[in-house]
């Protein structure tokens, strides 16, 4: 369960969050959308305790992050990139997260198994492809068999079989009774993953609810996305 | 905390960079102390132990590293993607973080100039022989005065890293200053007050004989360098704690 509460964040005199309010229940995936730059990652970052608000509060199982003991066990996280040092090797990142949260060795290897990066764990993250990179970043969050996943833009950067295997993923996630929340700005990706729909344009809360809620009297996820944020039409 | 620690052991010994420091750390000195002592007939009482001064360089890399890796970008093409966003998800209190790797800084630091100190002085003593300075209860105190400048200089090296970011800067500027151009000894010759800047007070705790207007005790030497890293420390901690990751 994530619990978003009247976050606001300003940074110098512009105003990135306005009021964000919002939850991603247990056994659901819950869709976090909006074009580039409305505020998704950063209401991810505050929710992560990296960045901080001016106001507001997330909690993750009811705690703020921030007062996590061994934050894996609860939480799996995957921001943009792989989140590791390009000089080592996929293995050795593993390892060190892994140990920062007293887990097993064992665990490492079976999480480089379940993303698919058993073979490329002996090299080292910088000679990695984005898609790998993802990967990666996904085999840390799992480390610690967390209840939550959060993931930014997690179909960034895959081919269309890491796609297929990344929505089938979160789905037997979900199906397990787990939380996943993700963020994305491509709908057509989305439409058969997620059960919830939080849509933010310009740092405010637009629309949420079920994705029949969302999509509404629109034809699809897509077209009620454009009409409800500020990319309708002005673009082309 | 035992596995916090080990795991950022297993963090920073596990970056090629901080093998390179600990491979300088462990020459430098050394290989410096041996041809200057095969090449003078005469040794003066810091024979060995000016040339840890220089060794201190592995420590400074190493200071710089253990903090400039968690930021470095991932790669050209992806522009956010930094350890520390994993660093901080995995142990999200920013104190016990700090603490962490400075405990993990100071392990391998210290174990590195105990044996860039413990080389230096059997070479130093072999090559020398009767020539060179006498053994005892006094070098034991001046090896200690070395481990502690090593490991106050990483400290030191980490905390400016911390502020900047990247590790260019204080790199340059702290390895410049210790090898290429002492800028701080330069200055002490100019302004007598420079005597207390860190490097060169620091450097009191085993480098007795030093051309200076200012007389500073090692032990003195030692707290004042303490407390530098100490401020330094501090102004990098608030700002740590206080800034978006």
Redesign the interface.
Known sequence: MITIEHVSKRRGSHQILTDITFTARPGRVTGFLGPNGAGKSSTLRILLGLDRAQTGLARVCGRPFAELTRPLTTVGAVLDGSGAHRSRTGRAHLRWVAASNGLPRGRVDEVLDVVGLTEAAGKRVGSYSLGMGRRLGLAAALLGDPEVLILDEPVNGLDPSGIRWMREFLRERASAGRTVLLSSHLMGELAETVDDVVVIDKGRIVSLGTLAEVTGGHRSLEDAFFALTSTSGSSW | MT??V???L??LL????AWAAIGVGLLVAPVIAFITASSSSSAGADAGFQELAFGVVGAIILGVVAVS?EY?A??D???????I??S??????RTKFLVVKAAALVLVVGALALAAAAATVVITQSVLGAAAPETGTGTVLRVTGVVLYWVLTALLAAGITLMTRSGILPLTILVLNTSVVSVTYLLSRVVPAANYLPDLAGARMFVHEVESSAEIAPVTGGLVMTAWVAVVLVAAVAVFR?R??
């Open positions: 596995g916090l080990r795991s950022e297993i963090k596990g970056l090629p960079s890796s470095l991932e790669g093409s992806s522009t956010g993607s930094r350890q966003t994993t901080l998800t995995v142990l999200p209190s206080r978006d990751a």
